[in-house]
């Protein structure tokens, strides 16, 4: 798991660096399939069918914009913009271990009122880390995003959560962003959960797109998404996906 989340998170910072003004987002989704390429291992998103029994998922990786808030597919005419907000969701399989992560990149002048929303959803991200300790209740991890986003007026997408992941990207448990009462799971060392808020400006409510995959906000407010794959150990959280902060935290 260490070393397919480190490819992870690698993939993840390259195609990031794809991201500019005039690119499309295929562009971007094939320059991630050819890092995939390259470094030996494959998306673990690439063909994945929903539980619904809907279309598989075309993409390798999932690339969402501004009110889009996840599982948005790479298209060739679908151009990013200066002041756009990029999620990039990357997820591998490698020797037979996932490793999952994802992140929301801004582009050129971007409001600074959506930046901010930006800052406060990575910040809620790294303070439900700090809840990925032994015998810690994963309903106050989860309660910790809900928590931290709602002092700036911003809510949770409770569609769609965070999860197990290991041999399979979507294992048990279930991972909210917010402390739901039906949560009674504690945390041991050896689980490992892919944490990842996905926080609205405005409402929480969410519409499904007519390609049965993308996810937009009902509103057409921005959305933010960020996510890394966290290690319960005996001590300290270990972010398997680590990387640099895109933004400061919030003090």
């Not at 690119?23 to 320059?31: F, G, L």
């Not at 998306?43 to 969402?64: D, K, N």
């Not at 929301?104 to 300790?133: C, F, N």
Request: glycine share 10%.
């Amino acid at each position: 798991m260490r070393a397919a989340c480190r490819l992870a998170a690698e993939i993840l910072r390259k195609t990031a660096r794809e991201v500019k003004i005039g690119v499309s987002t295929k562009e971007v989704n094939d320059a991630a399939a050819r890092f995939m390429e390259e470094s030996g291992c494959k998306s673990a998103f690439f063909g994945y069918r929903q539980r619904t029994g809907g279309p598989a998922f075309p993409g390798h990786i999932c690339i969402s914009l501004n009110e889009e808030i996840v599982h948005g597919i790479g298209r060739a005419n679908r151009i990013i913009q200066n002041g756009d907000i990029v999620k990039i969701d990357v997820g591998i399989v490698k020797d037979g271990w996932v490793g999952d992560n994802a992140t929301t990149v801004p582009v050129g002048m971007v409001d600074p009122k959506i930046l901010q929303l930006l800052r406060a959803t990575e910040e809620s991200l790294h303070v439900a880390i700090d809840y990925a300790r032994r015998g810690e209740q994963l309903k106050k991890l989860c309660g910790s995003v809900e928590k931290c986003v709602n002092q700036f007026g911003y809510r949770v997408v409770r569609e769609f959560v965070g999860h197990g992941v290991g041999r399979q990207l979507h294992e048990d448990p279930q991972v909210p962003n917010w402390p739901d009462p039906r949560i009674k799971v504690r945390l041991q060392p050896g689980m490992i959960l892919a944490i990842e808020p996905m926080v609205n400006m405005g409402t929480d409510q969410v519409t499904v797109l007519g390609d049965d995959w993308t996810v937009i906000t009902q509103d057409r407010q921005p959305s933010a998404h960020f996510e890394h794959t966290v290690l319960v150990t005996d001590g300290e959280p270990e972010i398997l996906t680590w990387r640099e902060r895109l933004t400061a935290p919030v003090t």
